[in-house]
């Protein structure tokens, strides 16, 4: 058997990557070997069409399962909400939510990262650091822990711990296993990726990207020196470099493009706050996601009324633009957006966070 570093997992290859793997192997047990785990099954016991040898070979390199990650907690909200506290092969830990909707769209909500470098004054995840990155194999794993305890998700968002931009090249490889018609073909329009807008990966997905997903950027504010305090990634990507990504992005991709707003009591829930976003917006086929924020421990900011929201988002909409309001799902397991929190073990993760991009 070639090496391979064990804890970069196996869900996030392809059958002919599977194949090389076990080159010894005809070809075909690496397609037989994806379609096992593409249908979630992980334990290679119970893959009873590979050779009983190729299974003893396979758990003395791997263990019992292929998995790397296992659920060491998980809770559930009155209105469905699931979330999910994952334990990595090194002992950190990352959280994962399925959210189910009015609609019935069930939608996993995936971390990218342990940690996150970006620094947003209203999340929490930005309070750990950065950890590592995880692998794509790692973000894989999250839908599949999803889809075992509460059912198969139809949607995608990484929106978890993390910014999916500055983990690119894994992010864009779970994607394209999310995406692979051989595997769970889960369609693009069914896959968002939202980021606090980092303009060479939105370039990225723009010109390299194989698989036309949706785009949402984390926009805050559209005031250049507020975004900036809120959202120190501002500094190196101002607004006016973070638009013309996003135009040339849409230039290509020809998509609409989500503007998530993350609203905060008294500090840009103004008008002046609804004309910058307009102006912002000005050019961009796009829709704008309102989102209160949600209340994390220790972090300086108020939850907006619902009165302070709906008078935002009418005054965007009487200027023209398209609104969604997110309102709370999972708040009572703190899995709604920007309150995530587990109890992991690990003395740096007592109380590891998980916030949204977005
Ligand atoms: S909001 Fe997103 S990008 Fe910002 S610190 Fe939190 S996880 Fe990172």
New binding site residues.
């Given amino acids: 058997m070639k090496s391979r570093t064990d804890h970069q997992g196996l869900s996030a290859l392809f059958p002919n990557e599977l194949s090389d793997l076990i080159s010894q192997e005809p070809l075909f047990r690496g397609r037989q070997l994806f379609t096992w785990l593409a249908g979630g099954t992980f334990k290679f016991e119970e893959m009873k069409n590979l050779p009983t040898a190729l299974r003893r070979t396979l758990i003395d390199r791997y263990g019992e399962t292929a998995c790397t990650s296992k659920v060491v907690k998980q809770q559930t909200d009155t209105d469905g909400t699931v979330k999910l506290l994952l334990k990595l092969y090194d002992g950190l830990f990352v959280e994962s939510v399925l959210l189910t909707d009015e609609e019935g769209r069930r939608t996993a909500c995936l971390s990218s990262q342990v940690g996150?470098a970006?620094?947003?004054t209203f999340?929490r995840?930005?309070e750990l650091g950065l950890e590592r990155n995880l692998t794509a194999s790692e973000i894989v794993e999250q839908f599949y822990h999803l889809t075992e305890i509460a059912g198969q998700p139809s949607h995608i968002v990484f929106m978890g711990?993390?910014?999916p931009l500055a983990n690119i090249y894994e992010t864009a490889r779970s994607i394209e296993i999310f995406h692979f018609s051989e595997g769970l073909n889960i369609s693009a329009r069914r896959i968002t990726l939202s980021t606090?807008g980092i303009p060479e990966g939105i370039r990225f997905l723009a010109e390299s990207f194989s698989v036309p997903i949706r785009l949402a950027v984390?926009l805050t504010s559209a005031d250049n020196d507020l975004r900036t305090s809120l959202?120190p990634i501002n500094r190196k990507a101002p607004l006016p470099e973070l638009h013309e990504s996003l135009l040339y992005y849409q230039n290509i991709r020809k998509k609409r493009i989500t503007l998530e707003y993350v609203l905060l009591d008294g500090v840009n829930d103004s008008e002046t706050a609804c004309r910058q976003l307009v102006q912002f917006a000005k050019g961009l086929e796009c829709v704008v996601n309102v989102i209160p924020w949600n209340p994390g421990a220790g972090l300086p900011y108020n939850e907006p009324t619902r009165d302070s929201t709906e008078r935002f988002c009418s005054c965007l909409e009487h200027a023209g633009l398209r609104v969604t309001r997110r309102y709370r799902r999972g708040r009572g397991i703190s899995g709604a957006c920007g309150q995530l929190a587990g109890s992991g073990t690990s003395p740096h993760h007592i109380q590891p966070v998980m916030?949204?991009?977005?």
């Avoid at 916030?355 to 977005?358: C, K, S």
């Fill in positions: 996150c970006m620094g947003c999340c995840t930005a711990m993390g910014e606090c984390s959202m916030q949204t991009n977005e």
